[in-house]
């Protein structure tokens, strides 16, 4: 299949109606799929009423049929026809955050949606992107949309056009060209059923962001523990992976210098993904900076670039210092152990 680029300028009036979107809205009414940027990754949207094509979402991407996919929509109010019960919570959520970085789960409305979107699960998830070409593509198509992350399954996730060409060119319809996103990683995801928001999956719109607003939030208790089986089915995967194998370093500086030199005295030749501060402090055979120490956002908009940078090293292993747990810091981390296979070294995995 030809997969069409369309090159977008995100800050032209009436997005919607120009020749590139009408026609990539029109191919997701016929059916095709189509990957369009938002503010948080790239999506690969199908129109989520139409099996077969959702279908050939699972497809493209190579992605396991039991991970549901969240559903895309232009205008907050088109919600009560998708969902069973905007919950209280929800619509507070809703009104303080979007359009916005976080997707609200609810009870869904049966016969709305395909199968395929929902995996079987009584419940959908449903996000209003404020990403001027998502909000365009989604109000010409009419259409509630399916996407998720538009690389094939287990890559990182793609936050510029190249990256999704790099992984789908050839299996996809087309992509819109909208420039690099913005926040970096993939909405928050925030089970809205109960009578506490429960967060499935960090993103960029933090607990206390919603603690505020709420009174109380749940961190889904799966997301430190192992053991546990994660309630947003994707959290379960390998995801975000690098060609290399990525290990983390819980320390300092000077520790991660030290394995850096024990891995090279093993043979081995070591690239290292480091902040703009740290990039000269550490000495390796190949550097990534991602981001700058005093802003983890930073950090969060260049990570899954990074990773995918760090594909073409030529190296045998890959390290890098872990961030604050604090914020936005959630997120990056649950990415990043996932990206290193939970591969955490400390201290006393030094030899002598
Ligand atoms: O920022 C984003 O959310 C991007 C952009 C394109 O909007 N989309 C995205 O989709 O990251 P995806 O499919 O890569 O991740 C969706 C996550 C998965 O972990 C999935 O299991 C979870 O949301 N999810 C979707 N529907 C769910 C549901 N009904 N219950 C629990 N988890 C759900
Ligand atoms: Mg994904």
């Given at each position: 299949?030809?997969?069409?680029?369309?090159?977008?300028?995100?800050?032209?009036?009436?997005?919607?109606?120009?020749?590139?979107?009408?026609?990539?809205?029109?191919?997701?009414?016929?059916?095709?799929?189509?990957?369009?940027?938002?503010?948080?990754?790239?999506g690969l949207g199908a129109n989520a009423t139409d099996s077969e094509a959702v279908k050939k979402i699972f497809e493209a991407k190579g992605r396991p049929s039991d991970n549901p996919l969240i559903v895309h929509i232009a205008d907050p109010?088109?919600?009560?026809?998708?969902?069973?019960?905007?919950?209280?919570?929800?619509?507070?959520?809703?009104?303080?955050?979007?359009?916005?970085?976080i997707s609200f789960i609810f009870k869904k409305k049966e016969g709305v949606f395909s199968d395929l979107v929902t995996a079987g699960l009584d419940t959908v998830a449903i996000r209003i992107p404020e990403?001027?070409?998502?909000?365009?593509?989604?109000?010409?198509?009419?259409?509630?949309?399916a996407a998720p992350s538009a690389n094939r399954s287990g890559r990182p996730s793609p936050t510029s056009a190249q990256h999704v060409m790099?992984?789908?060119?050839?299996?996809?319809?087309?992509?819109?060209?909208?420039?690099?996103?913005?926040?970096?990683?993939?909405?928050?995801?925030?089970?809205?059923?109960?009578?506490?928001?429960?967060?499935?999956?960090?993103?960029?719109?933090?607990?206390?962001?919603?603690?505020?607003?709420?009174?109380?939030?749940?961190?889904?208790?799966?997301?430190?523990?192992?053991?546990?089986?994660?309630?947003?089915?994707?959290?379960?995967?390998r995801h975000y992976a690098p060609d290399h194998p990525l290990y983390l370093v819980d320390g300092s500086l000077e520790l991660l210098q030290s394995f850096v030199n024990q891995f090279k005295r093993d043979g081995k030749r070591v690239g290292v993904i480091a902040t703009r501060e740290n990039l000269a402090k550490?000495?390796?055979?190949?550097?990534?900076?991602?981001?700058?120490?005093t802003d983890l956002s930073s950090i969060a908009h260049s990570l899954y670039d990074s990773l995918r940078k760090s594909d073409v090293l030529d190296v045998d292993v890959l390290l890098s210092l872990c961030f604050p747990e604090?914020?936005?810091?959630q997120a990056i981390m649950n990415r990043l152990r996932k990206a290193a296979g939970n591969r955490v070294l400390t201290e006393s995995d030094l030899f002598g």
């Open positions: 299949m030809g997969t069409t680029l369309w090159i977008v300028d995100i800050n032209v009036d009436g997005l919607w109606e120009t020749p590139e979107i009408r026609q990539a809205a029109n191919f997701l009414r016929e059916g095709e799929v189509i990957a369009f940027p938002t503010e948080t990754v790239y109010k088109q919600i009560n026809e998708l969902v069973d019960e905007v919950t209280p919570i929800g619509k507070q959520l809703i009104e303080a955050f979007s359009p916005g970085p990403h001027p070409v998502a909000y365009a593509l989604l109000k010409a198509a009419a259409v509630p949309v790099d992984d789908l060119n050839g299996l996809i319809k087309g992509v819109i060209d909208g420039g690099e996103t913005g926040y970096g990683l993939e909405s928050t995801v925030v089970d809205c059923t109960g009578e506490v928001p429960v967060i499935l999956r960090p993103g960029s719109i933090t607990a206390d962001e919603i603690k505020e607003v709420i009174g109380a939030v749940i961190v889904d208790p799966a997301l430190k523990n192992e053991t546990e089986a994660p309630r947003a089915p994707g959290m379960k995967y550490i000495d390796a055979d190949a550097m990534i900076v991602m981001g700058s120490e604090e914020g936005v810091g």
